[in-house]
């Protein structure tokens, strides 16, 4: 079974820009966590979706936004772009049963100039 | 909220020895889960260990066993036996046991050298 796969692994933006990061989970996990990791932050967590609606959110402000879709594919947009939000951005998905499980995908590298 | 602490940043073993990584947290559940998570320098997370807390038996998985003391919340790692393979960044995690919740609150996390 195919692990949690995230494009684009690497992205370059500008300060301003927004950004949209794709997240394809495990076949078969509906639930799909968002964190963001950071040297100085570590991680945190951003948001989860499980059946196209946001379930639980975190505390980042509303320039980060995310959905998901009917095929569980989930996406995470962030708008005018801040140098601070250069992270590494992880991607988890979960069996809505056992959603103490969580798988991550490889990661997102964001750098914004 | 819930806190989680690691209060070794870096640690170093040699192969074939055993390593202990600690882990304290704060919360006011009576259910969660805990869990240790692997990042190696490739930067995929990957799931080492879990630990349900109404469970007394502490869990094991191979070579990688936790200690998990409810009462002093703390939930520590032990490595047994490192291999080169075990060099990573380790995270302690917390996860409240709502039934739907899937947030995971991590520590800073704690860089493992296992060295020849």
């Known amino acids: 079974k195919a692990g949690v796969t995230q494009t684009p692994r690497y992205l370059i933006k500008t300060r301003g820009q927004q950004v949209t990061l794709s997240c394809s989970p495990i076949s078969g996990h509906r639930s799909v966590s968002w964190y963001q990791q950071t040297p100085g932050q570590g991680l945190q967590f951003l948001f989860e979706?499980?059946?196209?609606?946001?379930?639980n959110k975190g505390n980042f402000p509303g320039r980060f936004s995310g959905r998901q879709f009917s095929n569980s594919r989930s996406e995470m947009n962030v708008s005018t772009l801040e140098l601070g939000d250069s992270a590494l951005y992880l991607c988890a998905s979960s069996l809505a049963a056992l959603s103490y499980e969580q798988y991550f995908g490889p990661g997102t590298r964001l750098t914004v100039t | 909220a819930q806190t989680v602490t690691q209060s070794q940043p870096e640690m170093s073993v040699q192969e074939a020895e055993t390593v202990t990584l600690s882990c304290t947290y704060d919360?006011?559940?009576?259910?969660?889960?805990l869990f240790w998570y692997k990042q190696p320098p490739s930067r995929q997370m990957i799931l080492v260990i879990r630990q349900e807390a109404y469970k007394q038996q502490n869990a094991t998985e191979n070579r990688f066993s936790v200690n998990f003391q409810k009462a002093a919340k703390s939930f520590s790692l032990k490595i047994s036996d490192s291999q080169l393979g075990d060099t990573a960044m380790y995270f302690c995690a917390f996860m409240k046991d709502t039934g739907t919740a899937s947030k995971l609150t991590f520590g800073t996390g704690t860089r493992l050298q296992v060295t020849l």
């Open positions: 979706y499980f059946s196209e609606t946001q379930r």
């Open positions: 919360t006011s559940e009576n259910n969660y889960y």
